[in-house]
């Protein structure tokens, strides 16, 4: 639809979604180009419209989604064709990363699933999505005020991640759970590049799958596509051997794009999928296969542990993030979180523990938690995949959780336990078990996302019950083929020495095929066992995950040493605060370097080269946009910790230049300008926002006002690099004294190098980088 609509002749700054109310014919003429080279499904002209991308131009959401649709229909008369309301990115990244709430995501996207339910659409796609919380968000949405089937489609790069991070794994699990219809992939890249990543998609999911790639890339000098039709088609052939059940274009695929898709696919038939059922827990950045003893994090939990609850009595979440990352680092897989004492709000602290958390580690999460209000909530602003811990053999806990559990694709722990209470024998508990994985399975929960909980207990009052505990493990194992879990650490209650006692416990628990103990991963002698055992039963293969671990250990001890280090008053080392994103740890250690170093050794010998580490692993892809904004939102409380001190001396704070960035005249996306200026804000720069949309000559008085020797210009659209153009040519008419770098998805080095600019940064570290370079 952009493609065609450029070339009708769309003015610069128009809405395109607009046009369906100022000129429906066409758009109507458009889809009928579409339709008669062979389509099925046509997107109607709804890409962007929604409240926050219409906002100022005059229209409601209802009627202009109304009328796109409407549009549609038109052309789609007399055929077989279908409509689909066609759902974009918001334009603004959701919490922690960005501001918008994942809550508010949602009311903007209810508001046009309700608008296309209404006008007639035939089915609900979201496309070119890069954050899967906010895909998360648009699919409740839909589910839960439509009746329409719902496709999905993501857009990733070549290192098979979207630009958010999120992996092809992760997508297609969190949607698949959620109850997408149909999941994909479109834009970005050709179909040969999408290839590899759309046949990791299929061995992923159960689900059709859908590919829509670009015509290749555009050549913004004659604003053609480098491949054509036949080209396309011929390089879309190999999708019919992954198990591809639909094929389609995004940008710069016109209607003979359509036809020769037409003429190769037409009469073929969907080949079948090789897929192969497991338990995979995930958040957007990281899978959990539990094809190993994984280990579950266990001390976020007020039971039994003084200083959690009294961070939950104190609303302490820095000492229970860092909790968490510590735990991550020690070898947990999986987080187990745990909110329910009395005096506080279990379901609002389980909800503000999990997106904070979400935000520092990249470990999925265990929602611990019988309550089904609490777990709801919790689940639905949960990023990925999580595990439920817990319900029962009871019929009315299953009743209430196991709906849970599948209208949010979550696994489901079920302790081997009635209304009766706990038996004591292993046949009895296999019962319970074996009721439970039933009971799932008839509410469309997948067996291998059920897991077993034999129960462990105290065997200083039951010591019987230890050697049936291990029984029934072997029981539920062989019979059932679920996973189990255990709280090992419940069995040493009441006897002295209790490490020996849960690590001998665990070891005898592993051996009858226990899968994911709850445990502390910072106990090393524990975490050994794991590592061992995983070696011992080939789980870990060729020792990788051992060798790793052990490696680099600590002198003496065997033990793998954890790399944080303290500063001189015992707070956590700056360089690590930074890293995991920790604010009020990267402060206080911000606090305690001052009393041994002055404001700018803090700044060039710590801060700084913090955030150059943290570029450093992004460049390389070892952590991903999250991870690198939380990382300079922390190095920005070591800032102002520095500014304080100074305003406390009557001395300037620390500005290492100003930039002015603005997105050019015609182009409303700024989600790349809001990242690049939360990174060199961070930096330590000073930042003139012009916003979006942003005139020519107001760009260049910018420049002037505040004599900047950097400005950065972004723009995501082909229609606006003349209006990019156009800027830097006023700029350098004006024989002003500032560099200009520019960036957008559109954009190449040599283009931006053409149109005059002196830098092109294709992501935010390398505009912090050119920066540095301009002010040294």
């Known amino acids: 639809m952009g493609t065609m609509l450029q070339k009708s002749g769309l003015e610069l700054g128009e809405r395109p979604e607009i046009l369906s109310i100022t000129h429906p014919e066409k758009i109507t003429n458009i889809h009928k180009l579409y339709i008669d080279a062979g389509s099925n499904l046509i997107y109607a002209n709804t890409f962007g419209a929604n409240a926050h991308k219409l906002a100022g131009f005059g229209y409601t959401v209802a009627e202009v989604i109304t009328a796109s649709i409407q549009a549609a229909k038109t052309a789609c008369e007399g055929t077989a064709a279908l409509v689909a309301l066609d759902i974009g990115p918001l334009g603004e990244l959701l919490e922690p990363t960005g501001t918008m709430t994942f809550e508010e995501a949602y009311d903007l996207f209810k508001e046009m699933i309700t608008a296309g339910a209404n006008a007639g659409a035939d089915v609900i796609v979201f496309e070119t999505m890069t954050d899967l919380y906010e895909v998360k968000a648009g699919v409740l949405a839909a589910k839960e005020n439509s009746q329409l089937p719902i496709m999905v489609s993501m857009t990733f790069e070549s290192n098979h991640r979207t630009f958010a991070g999120c992996?092809?794994?992760?997508?297609?699990?969190?949607?698949?759970?959620?109850?997408?219809?149909?999941?994909?992939?479109?834009?970005?890249?050709?179909p040969s590049e999408i290839l590899p990543i759309a046949a990791e998609l299929c061995q992923h999911t159960t689900l059709p799958v859908f590919i829509k790639p670009n015509a290749g890339l555009p050549n913004l000098e004659t604003d053609e596509y480098d491949i054509d039709a036949a080209d396309f088609a011929s390089q879309?052939?190999?999708?019919?051997?992954?198990?591809?059940?639909?094929v389609g274009g995004c940008c710069g695929t016109s209607p003979d794009y359509i036809k020769a898709l037409q003429q190769t696919f037409g009469n073929l038939t969907v080949t079948e999928k090789s897929y192969t059922p497991k338990l995979r827990i995930c958040s957007p950045t990281t899978v959990v296969t539990v094809d190993h003893v994984t280990v579950i994090g266990e001390t976020i939990n007020p039971m039994g542990r003084k200083l959690i609850k009294q961070a939950y009595k104190n609303d302490d979440m820095d000492y229970i993030l860092a909790c968490g990352v510590n735990q991550v680092e020690g070898g947990a897989e999986i987080l187990n979180i745990n909110a329910g004492m009395p005096d506080i709000d279990e379901g609002q602290m389980l909800c503000k523990v999990v997106k904070l958390m979400q935000s520092v580690v990249d470990a999925p999460i265990q929602l611990d938690s019988q309550d089904p209000e609490v777990l709801e909530a919790a689940l639905r602003i949960c990023n990925g995949k999580p595990i439920i811990n817990s319900t029962n053999g009871d019929p009315e806990l299953m009743s209430k959780i196991f709906p849970l559990a599948k209208k949010y694709g979550a696994a489901v722990i079920g302790l081997a336990l009635d209304e009766s209470g706990i038996p004591e024998t292993a046949e009895a508990r296999f019962k319970i078990a074996e009721r439970i994985v039933h009971t799932a399975q008839s509410y469309g929960i997948p067996k291998e996302d059920v897991i077993i909980d034999c129960l462990t207990l105290a065997v200083s009052v039951q010591q019987l019950e230890a050697g049936e505990t291990v029984k029934a493990i072997q029981m539920v194992k062989e019979k059932l083929g679920v996973k189990t879990v255990l709280g090992v650490s419940n069995?040493?209650?009441?006897?002295?020495?209790?490490?020996?006692?849960?690590?001998?416990?665990l070891t005898l628990a592993l051996q009858a095929g226990l899968d994911l103990p709850i445990m502390n991963p910072n106990d090393a002698a524990m975490m050994d066992a794991i590592y061992a055992v995983n070696v011992l039963t080939n789980q870990d293969v060729h020792s990788e995950k051992y060798i790793a671990r052990y490696s680099n250990t600590d002198n003496n001890t065997g033990s793998p040493s954890t790399g944080q280090t303290a500063s001189a008053a015992g707070s956590m080392d700056i360089f690590h605060a930074i890293r995991k994103g920790l604010k009020n740890e990267t402060k206080l250690a911000a606090e305690s370097l001052l009393q041994e170093m002055d404001e700018m050794t803090l700044i060039n010998e710590r801060l700084i080269p913090a955030l150059d580490v943290l570029g450093t692993l992004f460049e390389?892809?070892?952590?991903?946009?999250?991870?690198l904004i939380q990382g300079a939102q922390?190095?920005?409380?070591?800032?102002?910790?520095?500014?304080?001190?100074?305003?406390?001396?009557d001395a300037?704070?620390?500005n290492r230049g100003k930039i002015v960035l603005a997105t050019v005249k015609g182009d409303i996306h700024d989600i790349g300008k809001n990242i690049v200026k939360t990174i060199l804000q961070n930096y330590g720069y000073q930042i003139?926002?012009?916003?979006?949309?942003?005139p020519v000559e107001a760009v260049v008085e910018a420049i002037k006002k505040h004599d900047a020797k950097l400005v950065g210009l972004s723009a995501l659209m082909t229609t606006t690099m003349k209006s990019m153009a156009d800027t830097i040519t006023a700029i350098r008419a004006e024989n002003l004294d500032c560099k200009i770098i520019v960036g957008g998805a559109v954009l190449t080095p040599e283009y931006s190098k053409k149109m005059g600019a002196d830098y092109f940064a294709k992501d935010a570290k390398q505009s912090a980088d050119i920066a540095k370079e301009v002010f040294q």
């Open 620 to 627: 390389k892809g070892e952590i991903f946009l999250p991870q």
């Open 634 to 649: 922390a190095a920005q409380s070591g800032f102002e910790v520095v500014n304080k001190r100074l305003a406390a001396q």
């Open 652 to 654: 300037e704070s620390i």
């Open 167 to 190: 992996t092809v794994e992760a997508m297609a699990i969190t949607l698949e759970g959620l109850g997408a219809d149909a999941i994909g992939i479109n834009c970005s890249l050709g």
């Open 491 to 505: 069995i040493s209650f009441g006897l002295p020495n209790r490490a020996l006692m849960t690590r001998t416990f």
């Open 688 to 694: 003139i926002d012009l916003g979006r949309d942003v």
């Open 236 to 246: 879309m052939k190999p999708y019919h051997e992954i198990g591809i059940s639909m």
